[in-house]
């Protein structure tokens, strides 16, 4: 680029020279500085034309580049296109560096796209010649996908749970979450969210919170972010009860009852438990899908009842819930863990409580009315789940084992599609769980249940066990967003479910010695 100049006269002249000049006496300074303002001259160099333009064809788009400038007061560049044959421009103004992805075109199209430069001081070079180039389907994606919507910020205690509706495009990658304090200068970041939810922790009670989110395709197009919306988290300081030390029953001594993995208490059988093995390969038998009835009294062997004779691939959890039926209690088993290399491999089983009593001799009886409802995870994740509840409305709900201990949320809404037709789950919350801890056991989530009248909540880890309370009319989400107590632990065990009463909670270990346990309320 051509240099600037600007003239400066220095008054250094002695006498002959000032008369040679013409120049009489010297000026004073205040005369010398209006001079020399005047005779500064204004940047009137445009920078050079860019060169090196080129356009790679893509799919509804293209993909301009062009070499560097070597104006060191560049501003931006200025893109100006037609369709060939038409004399009517589209411009794009404010464009940086190279290179540029320009969607919207359409495919099979020949344009004509010229470039030119710009410095700070508004001067601007000519366009650079015409590159001609026709977007064609089989090039590169360069077409964003659309901006996310219906965004929805439900508030907790230190928490905002945001969701979204979900891109309908086949190749989006993942969404980026922006947010900060109402008005602040800073924004937060969440990064690489493939489903459209997002639990942030962490916020301050009564501080109003921004947040919007962007979507990105796998060839790395990103759409712009969305409208932003507004949310306060609320503080939540629920009555939290107290429940004494664990009782220990007597151990059931059931030689294949060696893995324990879920606990559901009778509602309308007095005194009767139901647990189930998880797969038992570890522990040197084979599982088979059999339920198996305890007393609530001692804890002492009910009896065996048979689904089928085939492998339990993996059963980790199991509860009592309502069903088609109006009065009658069903249970409900969860093949929701990935044991036996059969991740892909999920569903729900369902059946009518079978009579039992907490007198009877052990027995062995046939389960009639089973039913199986598979399912798929949003994203085509698959993850390891050892939690299942079932809501009074015959919601399910599946709390993911995450060693992080940033768990997910799943629900299989009621009603249930018809066995046998598959239903993808719904995301629908994050839970942390001691994040902080260096062991995995606390953090891990083994065992979930609810209580009769949807009261309350029980989720645990292998070390701790943690309750939440839920207000009438409140929703299942509403509740885990809330605070929660933490509660007396059973101990190392998976299994858990509350007594009919609400008066206690039990737990079941693994292994074929271990006793069932009842924590009291005081």
Request: aromatic share 8%; with cysteine; charged share 15%.
């Amino acid at each position: 680029m051509a240099p600037r100049w600007s003239s400066l006269i220095t008054w250094m002249c002695g006498p002959s020279l000032c008369l040679f000049l013409g120049c009489g006496a010297p000026p004073s300074p205040e005369e010398v500085a209006p001079t020399q303002a005047r005779q500064t001259l204004a940047d009137t160099e445009p920078p050079p034309v860019p060169t090196g333009l080129s356009v790679t064809a893509a799919n509804s788009g293209v993909i301009v580049t062009w070499d560097p400038n070597p104006a060191t007061d560049l501003k931006d560049h200025a893109l100006r296109y037609r369709v060939v044959g038409q004399t009517t421009y589209s411009y794009k103004w404010g464009v940086g560096q190279p290179p540029l992805t320009l969607a919207g075109l359409a495919n099979g199209v020949t344009y004509a796209f010229e470039l030119k430069a710009q410095d700070t001081s508004g001067n601007a070079s000519a366009y650079c010649a015409p590159v001609e180039a026709s977007p064609t389907p089989t090039g590169a994606d360069v077409t964003p996908p659309s901006v996310p919507s219906q965004l929805a910020a439900s508030p907790g205690d230190g928490v905002l749970l945001l969701s979204w509706t979900a891109n309908p495009e086949p190749d989006l990658r993942r969404y980026t979450v922006k947010y900060r304090v109402a008005g602040a200068a800073t924004y937060s970041y969440r990064y690489n969210l493939t489903q459209p939810l997002v639990t942030l922790t962490g916020l301050v009670n009564g501080t109003a919170y921004e947040l919007m989110v962007k979507a990105e395709d796998v060839s790395g197009n990103t759409s712009t972010y969305s409208p932003s919306v507004t949310a306060t988290p609320v503080a939540s300081t629920p009555q939290c009860p107290t429940f004494g030390a664990p009782v220990n029953l007597t151990p059931h001594n059931v030689s294949i009852l060696t893995d324990a993995s879920g606990l559901a208490a009778s509602r309308q059988q007095a005194n009767v438990v139901w647990t189930h093995n998880d797969r038992c390969g570890a522990s040197g038998g084979t599982c088979v899908e059999h339920v198996y009835a305890l007393s609530a009294v001692d804890g002492h062997f009910l009896g065996t009842y048979v689904l089928s004779n085939n492998l339990n691939l993996d059963w980790e959890d199991m509860a009592m819930g309502p069903g088609p039926v109006s009065g009658v209690d069903y249970l409900y088993v969860g093949r929701i863990g990935d044991n036996n290399g059969n991740p892909a491999v999920k569903e729900v089983v369902r059946f009518p409580e079978p009579t039992a009593s907490a007198t009877q001799t052990p027995t062995t009886v046939s389960v009639s009315g089973v039913e199986r409802f598979p399912f798929t995870y949003p994203g085509g994740v698959s993850p390891n789940a050892e939690a299942l509840f079932v809501d009074t409305q015959g919601d399910i709900y599946i709390v993911t084992k995450v060693p992080s201990g940033h768990s997910q949320v799943y629900r299989y809404s009621a009603p249930l599609n018809p066995p046998g037709v598959s239903r993808l789950l719904e995301l629908v919350a994050e839970l942390d769980f001691l994040p902080a801890s260096t062991a995995e056991e606390d953090r891990v989530v083994t065992g979930g249940a609810i209580s009769p009248d949807g009261g309350e909540i029980l989720l645990k880890t292998y070390t701790h066990t943690f309750l939440w309370k839920r207000q009438p009319r409140q929703g299942v989400v509403a509740a885990l967003l809330g605070g929660r107590c933490e509660v007396t632990n059973p101990g190392y065990s998976e299994a858990l479910t509350f007594a009919p009463g609400g008066g206690a909670f039990f737990s079941l270990g693994e292994g074929n010695t271990k006793a069932l346990k009842r924590v009291p309320r005081l």
